[in-house]
């Protein structure tokens, strides 16, 4: 990606963390310059911009960098009158497609910041053993969570593990998409291109793929992950996967591969409690040398129950807020400010009964018809809007919501789940029921 398109990533994920006055006076306006020896270079429009977003913004400037692009080292501000010093220095960042060396493992991403507790001591525990006997234990380790739990962070602290205890491994990290499309690169290309996409998958140590609910559903794909599986399971060498479900529930994956990625481990990562989900605000908290009490802690941490990610992003939210403010004491009125313009918490206090009240009420039925046995068209259409939202807003086990819904069996429920998934694609009537059920419950 070019300097720009990088930039613009970066401001969508600083868009959602940082406070509005602070993002659209300095950040937004904030000009992109170059990448010149492993750093991103920005330009501001005065030494105070400078000064101001180096003190109030550089820590998430650099954090939303290492998301998007982390192979890059650092950012570099300057002001207008350094800008022809780098304008014409822009690096082309094209990694070679064998080259291992691609794969930055995100720094901050370790188990030592890692906050575990009764929803992730088991999957933590497993890919601790992981890093230490690659290959030898849980092989493949295959670990499956809601968005913004920990996945992402365990499969980097292993690899920064790894980086450090057995530096000539070839240790691996890829989505699920980048495999996909580095294939197809591949296919469309010359022999060589097929030999050397071939050669740096199955040749690794250790090979992780991340968020493998996305796999393609065509042959090709499958065919080739199937082979690069046996291909490294066979030579002992290590495969770690993460889902947001269990291999069982991913759509349009072949059985052949959902029995492999069964062999090893299984490991679920929870929703973490609320004690653990505070332990998690006071280590960020902490990372940014910010003073904040435990009780205002306790009402970030009621605000967002699912996703951490999301939970981080309300606290660094805050802590700017104060900063731009200049409020040395973080209070609850700080928090009631910095937080007024957010929506997306009541998405995450959204519970079983919401949705259910919801449904009943916007298709004018019983909510004992609802849940209960009948199967006639009024009842079943409703009955598989409300199971697909649940599983689009929480994330309860499927077995769970099949408690909810008379005791029906987790394959009927991941049929419905499934059926209005492609029905909100195909369907303009459907989707508009879901549009509407999702704006009740955002009360938008």
């Known amino acids: 990606m070019d300097v720009r398109e990088l930039w613009q990533k970066m401001l969508d994920e600083l868009e959602t963390t940082l406070p509005a006055l602070g993002f659209d006076t300095l950040v937004e306006t904030t000009v992109p310059v170059s990448i010149t020896d492993g750093k991103l270079i920005l330009c501001t429009n005065s030494e105070v911009s400078k000064s101001l977003v180096q003190k109030r913004f550089a820590q998430q400037i650099r954090l939303a960098m290492q998301m998007v692009l982390p192979m890059l080292d650092d950012v570099e501000f300057i002001t207008e009158a350094q800008k022809d010093l780098y304008i014409n220095k822009e690096e082309v960042l094209r990694p070679v497609c064998h080259n291992f060396e691609e794969t930055v493992f995100i720094k901050k991403y370790t188990f030592d910041n890692f906050v575990v507790g009764k929803s992730n001591e088991f999957v933590a525990a497993a890919a601790r053993a992981v890093s230490e006997a690659p290959g030898k234990k849980f092989n493949p380790l295959f670990i499956y969570g809601g968005v913004g739990l920990g996945k992402t962070h365990l499969l980097h602290a292993i690899g920064n593990h790894l980086m450090k205890s057995k530096p000539k491994f070839k240790t691996l990290y890829v989505s699920c998409e980048k495999f996909t499309n580095e294939l197809i690169e591949a296919i469309r290309d010359t022999n060589e291109a097929k030999k050397a996409f071939r050669e740096k998958y199955r040749s690794c140590d250790v090979l992780m793929i ?12 499958q065919e080739e992950l199937f082979h690069t599986f046996n291909d490294l399971y066979s030579a002992e060498k290590q495969i770690i996967i993460s889902s947001d479900r269990p291999p069982k529930e991913i759509q349009h994956l072949e059985d052949r591969l959902r029995t492999r990625f069964a062999w090893g481990m299984i490991a679920d990562i929870k929703p973490p409690d609320l004690e653990t989900r505070i332990a998690i605000l006071q280590k960020k908290a902490s990372e940014q040398n910010a003073n904040v009490s435990n009780d205002i802690l306790k009402v970030i941490a009621n605000n967002v129950q699912t996703n951490i990610r999301d939970m981080e992003g309300l606290l660094t939210r805050v802590i700017s807020y104060a900063s731009l403010i200049n409020h040395s004491v973080i209070d609850m009125d700080v928090v009631k400010e910095a937080l007024k313009d957010y929506t997306d918490d009541q998405k995450e206090m959204i519970s079983v009964d919401n949705i259910i009240d919801a449904v009943t009420e916007y ?15 009024e009842i079943v259409e409703p009955r598989q809007i409300c199971i697909y939202l649940i599983t689009e807003f929480l994330t309860l086990p499927l077995v769970k919501i099949g408690e909810v819904f008379g005791g029906r069996d ?26 509407d059920l999702k704006d009740m419950l955002l009360k938008k």
Do not use: M, P, W
């Not at 991340?210 to 794909?221: E, L, R, Y």
């Not at 009927?412 to 508009?432: M, P, W, Y």
């Open 363 to 377: 298709f004018s039925i019983d909510k004992e018809a609802l849940v209960g046995k009948k199967k006639n068209k």
């Open 410 to 435: 987790h394959t009927t429920i991941l049929h419905a789940r499934n059926k209005i998934e492609e029905q909100c694609k195909t369907d303009g009537r459907i989707s508009v029921y879901v549009k």
């Open 210 to 221: 991340d968020d493998i609910q996305f796999v393609s559903k065509t042959d090709a794909t």
